[in-house]
């Protein structure tokens, strides 16, 4: 895995799952990271293949629920990114999926409660011996690159120490969220404490923060000296903006999303979720699609609610011809 001049499409919970991360892979993103899946919920899976959809996934024993889908096309680019707090437990899960995906990622940057006060996410940022614990094992176990994805600190010269610290680790490379944990995603990313990092290491830095439009990249990359640039809400509401050519329409990345979530099953809730993301920040939910989208509770109502299936151009096939691989096309 080579981790510099890469595009990178950020971790982001219920927006991650596979059709979005081939979607910003077929508009230009070389690396696509995963949702944050939890280790406790990780290693309640087993892995199946599925025949139907050629995917490989990751179902929680006893039930049909996936918590991890991937498919061989994006075997050599998807990042596994994992919550946790416990170094056993993160080589665990990281051993279930290493052959299936290109790394493993730490978060040690999530701010949210649920995160935090279960040790994981931002928490770790003040356990430097914890997270030289985690990277370690996973370091020592484990063939499949591992990096870790981290906040800024209180002051640039202790995001300087953690980051030599984890660089001690082996990791691979290091992505950084230009933010302190007590920052709103509306306060500007500081890009001079993520400069500090990058001339600190040797190792790729990832500057993460503030990216949205493909020209962002090369002025985000010179003013920080990172290697790579990781972007999350600039993808999310329209990820045709990692293509150097340049921006499609909204209405075109929405149906090209929704194509994506039918042919691979995604989940109803994580394609709503999103929808809803991208519907909210070009249009308004309170118009007819939006409604439909916020009642639709299955993939059939979706793909029926009006607007979007005169977009799609697109009436539901018969289940027969649904499921049969070989009648997916287009299948990425
Ligand atoms: C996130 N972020 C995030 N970070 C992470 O490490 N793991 C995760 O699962 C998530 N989930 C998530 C969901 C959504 C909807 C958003 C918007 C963000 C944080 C994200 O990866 C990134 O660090 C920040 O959003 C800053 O990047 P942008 O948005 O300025 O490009």
């Known amino acids: 895995m080579e981790y510099r001049n ?8 219920r927006v991650g799952t596979l059709p979005f991360r081939l979607l910003a892979a077929q508009y230009g993103a070389d690396i696509t990271y995963c949702e944050e899946i939890i280790d406790h919920k990780m290693l309640k899976c087993e892995r199946r293949i599925n025949e139907l959809i050629g995917s490989t996934d990751f179902v929680e024993k006893g039930t049909n629920n996936v918590v ?3 498919c061989d096309e994006e075997k050599d680019r998807v990042v596994f990114q994992i919550g946790t707090s416990d170094a056993v437990r993160a080589l665990t899960t990281a051993q279930l999926v290493c052959n299936d995906v290109a790394a493993v990622d730490i978060n040690m940057g999530c701010p949210k409660s649920f995160s935090v006060s279960g040790g994981m996410g931002a928490a770790l940022l003040s356990k430097p011996e914890l997270i ?3 990277l370690t094992t996973l ?3 484990l063939n499949t690159p591992v990096t870790c994805k981290i906040r800024l600190l209180k002051s640039p010269h202790d995001t300087v120490e953690l980051a030599r610290r984890i660089e001690k680790t082996g990791v691979s490379a290091l992505a ?3 933010r302190k944990v ?3 995603p509306r306060d500007p990313a500081k890009w001079n404490e993520i400069a500090d990092v990058v001339s600190a290491l040797s190792i790729p830095v990832i500057e993460n923060g503030d990216v949205f439009e493909n020209d962002d990249v090369e002025r985000i990359k010179s003013a920080t000296g990172a290697s790579s640039v990781m972007v999350a809400r600039g993808a999310l509401w329209n990820a045709s903006m990692f293509s150097p050519e340049g921006k499609v329409s909204y209405e075109a990345v929405k149906r090209e999303y929704i194509r994506k979530c039918i042919l691979w099953d995604n989940d109803i809730k994580s394609t709503k979720h999103t929808l809803k993301e991208m519907i909210i920040h070009y249009s308004c939910l309170e118009l007819p699609e939006g409604k439909a ?3 639709s509770e299955s993939m059939a109502d979706l793909a029926l609610v009006k607007a979007i299936s005169i977009q799609l151009n697109l009436i539901f096939p018969p289940p027969s011809s649904r499921l049969k691989p070989k009648s997916l096309n287009s299948h990425s």
């Open 6 to 13: 890469k595009l990178v499409l950020a971790p982001m919970v």
């Open 68 to 70: 991890f889908r991937t």
């Open 132 to 134: 030289h614990d985690i």
């Open 139 to 141: 370091k020592r176990n």
């Open 176 to 178: 950084v969220h230009g």
């Open 182 to 184: 007590p920052d709103r």
């Open 293 to 295: 989208v916020i009642k």
